[in-house]
């Protein structure tokens, strides 16, 4: 891969109409991983535009509103030159943007620059090779973190934001995440709880009622003294199987069908097991898992989700056959 820098992304940007890219149903990573770099491109005189496909997420639109951080829903692609992604690595996760994104690039009429922090079997998607991709860092502002060199307070309070979210407040985490987020709220000059206020998470009657359905539903399998649960709900998979893990389980897979046909299969690991197992969802289960049925992937070593029109039993069924074979 090309070695791209700060410098490099100036030079593209410099008299270009610039566009920061946030993913589909945008959350507060890939939200105020586009507030940071708009702040940059500021101080270099390079105006830029917030965009987000068409959904933007409880969290980061409160955040947006708060903190004053306008944006546009559903961009005209043919107004920019320049697209900056932020916390994805995939055409699928643009939404109702895909094809007409896929076109422009195709055409050379869009550069693109990635920004990204989860595990990828694919490369850089942009022709280029102009890809910031560091599976290392807890958050996509946490690779920006070390990506710029120039962070002012506002920047650092979203890079606070963006770790703490990301990491399910520290759940996950690594020596230089505390020290980068320690150095952030520092020169933030708020405070803890202002951070905290911004990732709170309200839990509506219906995804606590989904919570109870998938602890009813739950299969538990122990393969080799690791703890397997599979359950199926058609929404909320991903808390749900983060709900799982808490009550016991080392592995937890959560699937189920919404409309279209289409199957979400959640995936969630204990940290501990993870890490005495050095075991990783992306590349023990969910890769083998689309070579044998297909689908789109994505995530991370504790946190993933696999995404195809194949029933949801089927794939719970093919992953508990992938998981046998690995964890002996
Ligand atoms: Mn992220």
Redesign the pocket.
Known sequence: MPEFNQNKLIALCKDKRVLLLCHENA?L??FCSAAIMQRFLDKQKINSKIAIPSHINEQAQHLALTEKVSFILNPQLEEFDVALLF?LNGFEQLGKLRDKFVLRVSEEKLDVVVFD?HVSSKGCISYKGNCMLDETAV??TELLYNFLDIFDNKMSFFCCI?ILE?TGHFLVGSARAFSSFATCLKSSKRTYSDVLSFTKHEIPDSERIAFLKAAGRAQIQVINEIVVVTSELSFYQSAAATKLLSFGAHIALVAGEEKNSLTTLSLRAETEFKEKHNFNLVKDLLIPLQKEIGGEIGGHSGAAQWKGKVQAKLVLNSSINILKKVLR
């Open positions: 959350d990573d890939s916390d922090h958050s996509t963006g990301d």
